[in-house]
Nanobody, 115 residues
Framework: QVRLVESGGGLVQPGESLRLTCAAS????????MAWYRQRPGDQRELVAS??????IHYADSVKGRFTISTENAQKMYLQMASLQTEDTAVYFC??????????WGQGTQVTVSS
């Protein structure tokens, strides 16, 4: 069974930084992609950043230049968030699409940006 656990969320002021971590446990060999999503209150879940098995990285326009996704094999994934804005307030979820096992989600971690 694959389990994803996010950590690193919290309350910060505008302009500050946070680093989110996603730790994956369980037995699996290869992944198609790893990604961070977020969901603001009342909105649908949206893709923030992703990295596929070829190393290609994609960012949502709203976070380009401020957020950086990185991975350690398929066991750890990070989202370094800088210059945070109030609009970045959301629950952040990690997602892994595993070869032969489908997509898996973490439980989410709350990020609140407020002065």
């Amino acid at each position: 069974q694959v389990r994803l656990v996010e950590s690193g969320g919290g309350l910060v002021q505008p302009g500050e930084s946070l680093r989110l971590t996603c730790a994956a446990s369980g037995r699996f060999l290869r992944v198609y992609s790893m990604a961070w999503y977020r969901q603001r209150p009342g909105d649908q879940r949206e893709l923030v950043a992703s990295k596929n098995m070829n190393g290609d990285i994609h960012y949502a326009d709203s976070v380009k230049g401020r957020f950086t996704i990185s991975t350690e094999n398929a066991q750890k994934m990070y989202l370094q968030m800088a210059s945070l804005q109030t609009e970045d307030t959301a629950v952040y979820f990690c997602n892994i699409n595993i070869v032969g096992m489908g997509q898996h989600w973490g439980q989410g971690t709350q990020v609140t940006v407020s002065s």
